[in-house]
């Protein structure tokens, strides 16, 4: 029992991690009262800039796309309960993300600008962005994404149920709403400069590949919301999902 209000202790701080990664996002990609943000921070040289942070985009994506292979599954696995998986994915993806927002480099050459109506028009779609980005999760399962739904169970001592593939409200018609809000949220800003084109297209770049990749992974090891991205793409049945939740962060 002790172990198991451990795993629900350790999800739940996990959590809040991710909801202090993601609050910070939206003010670290808007440029809004965060103190250090995407186009706002310490100067540094123009070369020195774009390889630091093309090494931290990097390090997120490597650590998505490790993390979210069956075979890290299967070797985690035997080191930590199945229930914290995805708390862990979750941590990590988390902490990694405030190390970027801790440790980018600004790079404040124009591209565009803009103002008036069209501003504010950017402005509200970015907005949009991150909206869609949160109620995509609710749409699957927020729970789930986040490893909650995996610790309760935990700690009740019960297996986690299997939960069939759905694509509700948005899945319906966009592959993937979650990728989709958070390519309006990086490229939706009045004022562009090369620092956040950087960020905005190589998270674009990134962003339609894993599922893609793994589309013919083991249906055991995709998440809710991966798998409903997948029969989109598909247009095909899948079996239902069992075990621990799959390689899709926030």
């Known amino acids: 029992m002790f172990a198991r209000l451990l795993i629900l202790l350790y999800a739940i701080a996990s959590y809040a991690v991710f909801l202090v990664s993601f609050l910070y996002a939206l003010g670290f990609v808007g440029n809004f009262v965060v103190p250090k943000s995407i186009d706002v921070g310490g100067t540094t040289n123009l ?13 997120f994506a490597i650590q998505h796309s490790i993390m979210a292979r069956p075979a890290f599954k299967r070797w985690s696995a035997e080191i ?13 993806s988390s902490l990694i993300l405030l190390l970027l927002f801790w440790q980018w480099r600004p790079i404040p050459i124009p591209v565009w600008q ?27 399962d927020h729970f789930d994404l986040s490893g909650l739904r995996q610790a309760f169970f935990s700690l009740r001592g019960a297996e986690l149920p299997a939960q069939s593939f759905k ?17 309006l949220a990086f490229w939706a800003t009045p004022a562009m400069t090369a ?20 589309r013919s992974v083991d249906s055991r090891y995709w998440s809710p919301a991966q798998a409903a991205w997948l029969l989109a793409y598909q247009r095909q049945p899948a079996a239902p999902r069992t075990g621990c939740a799959g390689d899709h962060g926030f």
């Open 47 to 59: 070369s020195e800039a774009i390889v630091v942070d093309l090494l931290l985009l990097g390090l």
């Open 167 to 183: 694509t509700p409200l948005l899945y319906k018609i966009v592959r993937h709403p979650l990728m989709l809000g958070f390519l």
């Open 80 to 92: 930590l309960p199945v229930a914290c998986q995805r708390s862990t994915y979750v941590l990590l």
């Open 195 to 214: 620092g956040h084109l950087l960020f905005a297209v190589m998270n674009t770049a990134a962003c339609p590949w894993g599922p893609v990749r793994r």
């Open 114 to 140: 803009t103002d008036g109506p069209a501003a504010w028009l950017l402005i509200g779609v970015y907005w949009l962005g991150w909206l869609i980005v949160l109620a995509s999760t609710f749409m699957i």
